[in-house]
């Protein structure tokens, strides 16, 4: 259903754009949302939106620095990631929710390491 990508090595300040494409229509979902992970932690709501809507969220630890847009286009959702810094550092996951259901995309690695 889902297919993240755009993960890879960056260093400290780079950006990276992380997309997560849906299968079928984007608008077959409620909300779409972008997590991460870090090894032995839990897992982090970095962002997300309603998709038939304007309503938009983002995390405060990712605030001014991320973005998270809509690409109707492509039946996608990307999360476009600027200042990069280590503690970024982790596998991020998409998730789509339709109604009572909810999708997870396999994870994609984002290392920012100098």
């Known amino acids: 259903q889902l297919q993240a990508s755009g993960g890879g090595l960056v260093q400290p300040g780079e950006s990276l754009t992380l997309s997560c494409q849906v299968s079928?229509?984007?608008?077959?979902?409620?909300?779409i949302k972008w997590h991460r992970q870090v090894q032995g932690k839990e897992r982090e709501l970095v962002a997300g939106?309603?998709?038939?809507?304007?309503?938009?969220h983002v995390a405060d630890s990712v605030k001014g620095r991320f973005t998270i847009r809509r690409d109707y286009g492509n039946n996608a959702a990307c999360l476009d990631m600027t200042d990069l810094r280590a503690e970024d550092t982790a596998v991020y996951y998409c998730?789509?929710?339709?109604?009572?259901?909810?999708?997870w995309g396999q994870g994609t690695l984002v290392t920012v390491s100098s």
């Open positions: 939106f309603i998709v038939a809507g304007s309503v938009t």
């Open positions: 079928g229509s984007i608008w077959d979902f409620n909300a």
């Open positions: 998730n789509a929710d339709q109604g009572q259901d909810s999708y």
